[in-house]
């Protein structure tokens, strides 16, 4: 049972979930399925001035959405809990108190003037930053004296000055850093809240934590970390440091390049099987050429071994064309469910909602195939649902046409179409292909004028099918709606 694998996944809720931290999210999630352990989610929130009102939520609400689930964590609860580091501050309390007593911990009275001068000073000599050690030996009578006077007091680490800190990360291998490199950090601040060192190795230890998987970025917090579970006596976890997301340009992955919330891709119609399957491969890969994979597949063979140490570059192009293979593949009943909330969001006002379930039904077929995004939906298929058409009437006079023609072709469509007894695909095609040879007209000619007329537009999906889908009265009453834009049409023949 000691071997289980329990992973957590530990987001600040500073800001929108970024897509770089969902993705080590993703990555812990898929670890701990692979290995049949646990996920667990942790809230640290001990930095109150950054805590942002509603980003636990969005966080939470980015991994629903992704289909990433937790064992343990807010809402599901667990028997490590609370999950949410502001619920703990008297473990951090009571570790930087053991800390202080075994001399692995001292407290600093230092004042922030004190040490802004300090920080001027080393940046004037050029020397690295860093917490000069001041108190590191102040004498216990002499720092209750400053207590007393009224000093605020921060806990911060006695870090040893001999000496390396080696440990073996699980993507990079063996990582060495000097002791003498880390400066006496602060553990407990002077509102009792712990720094996200502290918080960090008590919560990692006390909930049993196997095998810490995060950003590249805290790997130089990790001989921190290691220095600590030495002084508390606790067996640390194995580290594995994901690599960084770059964008295009190969710099660190941020709003200049482009949207960084998952809650955007989300909205603009990022199907999340293919954010998943996409994020998956940000770091990672099956075996270097394997583009397309379900989740389960992902999971079945996810391995840290096979996560790179290389920043790994966000191609949103990818992405892109990921989706669109999706989005394919879905069966019209599903696509159809899934692009209902995107048109009740971008069909103008007039159009009544709810949007019918079965009419999108007809009309998935048609688009299904031309969709990238979710979201590019409305403007596709707008036609559809709206009553008046609004285009530019110079689309009616389409190539090697007329006005006069145009028109001739807008009347003899009206009298044949209304006459149909059956408005199908298999009836259009039956009299309009012969209703071009009586107008000696290109079919060309004829089928462009009907798709301007009907759909408002020059390209459209196929224009029997469409014409099917929009019933013989809404057909004919776009013909006659044309004839009477065509009177504002210049006449002009169009060029070859
Ligand atoms: N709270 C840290 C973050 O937001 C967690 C780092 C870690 O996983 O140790 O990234
Ligand atoms: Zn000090």
């Not at 290995?35 to 966080?59: K, L, N, P, Y």
């Not at 004190?114 to 000069?132: A, I, S, V």
């Not at 590191?136 to 400053?146: E, F, N, Q, T, Y």
């Not at 046409?401 to 469509?413: G, H, I």
């Amino acid at each position: 049972m000691n071997d289980e694998v329990r992973v957590r996944y530990a987001p600040s809720p500073t800001g929108y979930p970024h897509v770089g931290n969902i993705r080590t999210a993703l990555f812990n999630w898929l670890f701990a399925r692979h290995h049949g352990g646990s996920f667990i989610i942790r809230i640290e929130d001990t930095d109150v001035a950054r805590t942002v009102e509603g980003a636990v939520e969005a966080i939470l609400d980015g991994l629903r959405w992704m289909g990433i689930d937790w064992d343990e964590g807010p809402e599901v609860g667990g028997n490590y809990g609370p999950y949410v580091q502001s619920q703990r501050l008297a473990k951090y309390q009571a570790a930087a108190k053991r800390l202080i007593d075994q001399g692995d911990a001292y407290y600093c009275y230092c004042t922030t003037e004190r040490l802004d001068e300090m920080r001027n000073e080393q940046t004037r000599l050029k020397q690295p930053p860093g917490y000069d050690r001041y108190c590191r030996d102040l004498s216990v009578p002499a720092g209750v004296l400053k207590w007393m006077s009224g000093l605020k007091r921060v806990v911060r680490f006695r870090t040893p000055f001999a000496n390396k800190t080696t440990f073996h990360d699980i993507i990079r291998g063996d990582v060495t850093f000097e002791n003498s490199t880390i400066d006496d950090f602060v553990i407990l601040k002077s509102d009792g809240y712990p720094t996200y060192h502290l918080a960090s190795v008590v919560d990692d230890h006390e909930m049993g934590i196997t095998h810490v998987l995060r950003a590249e970025e805290w790997l130089s917090s990790t001989p921190r970390h290691l220095l600590m579970y030495k002084a508390l006596g606790y067996k640390p976890p194995e580290f594995a440091h994901l690599p960084m997301l770059l964008g295009a340009d190969r710099s660190k992955l941020s709003k200049r390049h482009g949207s960084v919330s998952i809650i955007e891709y989300k909205e603009r119609g990022y199907l999340p099987e293919a954010m998943v399957n996409f994020l998956s491969l940000l770091g990672w890969s099956l075996d270097g050429k394997t583009e397309l994979l379900t989740v389960k597949d992902i999971i079945k063979n996810f391995s840290l071994s096979r996560v790179n140490q290389t920043g790994a570059i966000f191609n949103i192009e990818k992405l892109d064309w990921m989706n669109g293979i999706y989005i394919r593949d879905l069966k019209v009943d599903d696509f159809s469910r899934r692009v209902i909330p995107f048109l009740e969001k971008g069909l103008p006002e007039e159009v009544i909602r709810p949007v019918s379930l079965e009419y999108v039904k007809k009309i998935a077929p048609l688009v299904q195939e031309r969709v990238k995004k979710l979201n590019e939906i409305s403007e596709l298929t707008e036609f559809f649902f709206v009553d008046n058409l609004k285009y530019d009437s110079n689309i009616l006079v389409v190539k090697k046409m007329t006005r006069d023609l145009t028109r001739k072709v807008l009347e003899a469509s009206i009298s044949e179409l209304g006459e149909l007894p059956v408005f199908s695909e298999e009836s259009l095609e039956t009299v309009l292909r012969p209703l071009a040879d009586k107008l000696e007209v290109k079919t060309g000619q004829l089928f462009g004028t009907l798709r301007s007329a009907i759909t408002g537009r020059e390209v459209a999906p196929p224009l029997f099918q469409t014409m099917a889908v929009l019933g013989k009265e809404r057909c004919v009453k776009r013909l006659q709606e044309a004839l009477v834009l065509l009177d504002k049409v210049q006449d002009k023949l169009a060029e070859e």
